[in-house]
């Protein structure tokens, strides 16, 4: 989670060739230089548009990507480009909303054995977002949840003192809708052929998204989608996440916390797939922004 606030000195629409924050933002994230170019293309419009429908009251703004798409450095890109416009900013991710290890496993024996590895709708406290995505545009304290995925649970995180005037709600299926009913007839991949044949796990997930979800989702006032260009790229990404995470568990010698080995992250990912895959399919049509992605995730905005 993050939280930005009050006015700056930066103005979005002549941002310079070298702005001071931004290379000590690409430094601080081991960001490559040319990331200033997508800061400058991407996020400056992005931001600018978020600005002009900021309201009394604070917006939700909803942000879509796949795994490893890089929602979470353009989140934070976004909340120091509007803090320069004076704007309150929180960040609220979908994956600090996961159940608890104990709640997915206890969800796992009642529903579905699949259910007890987070990822897809179903498997996070919906509860527990509308009331933050409410909370966090009122005045007062609010403490987020924070989910350790090297430890596979939540905990605490963050304070954010409000009212927020933007909210930016990021996840990997945020603001997806639910499949057609015939379209869960067929497996995506080995996973739902083998441990889903009867069909019962896909069509939980899409329930959740045709019900829970929907509530869930409803206060999204802007929606915009990291477009990676296939389903293809994303294990390369999650993998590559997934060694600077044991990179940096290593560094700090993070004990009994660790990450997933390659072969552990194209199993982990194929819960994604179905959904992933029908999001960069449906969505483009109706989000309000879509940032298109290329392998090496260069990013153009096409609207």
């Given at each position: ?13 002549c941002?310079?060739?070298?702005d ?10 081991r ?15 992005l931001?600018?548009?978020?600005a ?6 604070g ?9 490893a ?7 934070a890109?976004l909340g ?15 994956d ?15 529903t ?9 709708p179903?498997?996070h406290?919906?509860?527990?977002g ?18 350790d ?7 605490e995180?963050?304070?954010f003192?409000?009212?927020?005037d933007v ?6 299926c945020v ?15 080995d996973?739902e052929?083998t441990?889903d ?17 929907r ?5 999204i006032?802007?929606?915009v989608l ?8 994303v294990?390369a990404?999650r993998?590559e996440?997934e ?9 700090e010698?993070a ?7 390659d ?15 029908w999001?960069?399919?449906?969505m483009?049509a109706r989000?309000?922004?879509v940032?298109a ?6 990013a153009r905005l096409?609207?």
């Open positions: 989670m993050s939280q930005q606030g009050g006015a700056g000195a930066d103005n979005l629409a941002m310079r060739p070298s001071p924050w931004l290379d000590e933002f690409l430094v601080r994230e960001l490559p230089a040319a990331y200033g170019r997508t800061v400058r293309s991407v996020a400056a419009p931001a600018e548009r978020i002009a429908a900021a309201r009394p009251g917006i939700v703004v909803g942000l879509c990507g796949p795994q798409s890089g929602k979470s450095t353009l989140t890109v120091r480009l509007l803090a320069a416009r004076g704007l309150r900013t929180a960040a609220l991710s979908l600090d909303l996961y159940l608890t290890r104990a709640e997915r496993a206890e969800l796992a024996a009642r579905h054995r699949l259910l007890a590895t987070r990822g897809v179903g498997t406290d919906v509860a527990l509308l009331r933050l995505l409410a909370e966090l545009r009122r005045p007062g304290r609010t403490i987020l949840p924070r989910f995925k090297a430890a596979d649970d939540r905990g995180g963050e304070a003192e409000g009212p927020a909210v930016i709600f990021e996840g990997w603001g997806a809708a639910p499949q057609p009913a015939a379209a869960l007839t067929r497996p995506v991949n996973l052929r441990r044949a009867d069909g019962a796990w896909r069509r939980f997930v899409n329930a959740q998204l045709e019900g829970p979800y509530e869930l989702f409803a206060p006032d802007l929606l990291l477009q990676a260009p296939g389903f293809e790229v294990l990404w993998q996440q060694r600077k995470l044991r990179e940096r568990l290593a560094r010698g004990g009994g916390k660790r990450a997933m080995s072969e552990e992250v194209a199993a982990f990912i194929a819960h994604y797939e179905r959904l992933t895959r999001i960069l399919q449906e483009p989000a309000d922004a940032v992605l290329d392998a090496g995730r260069g096409r609207a």
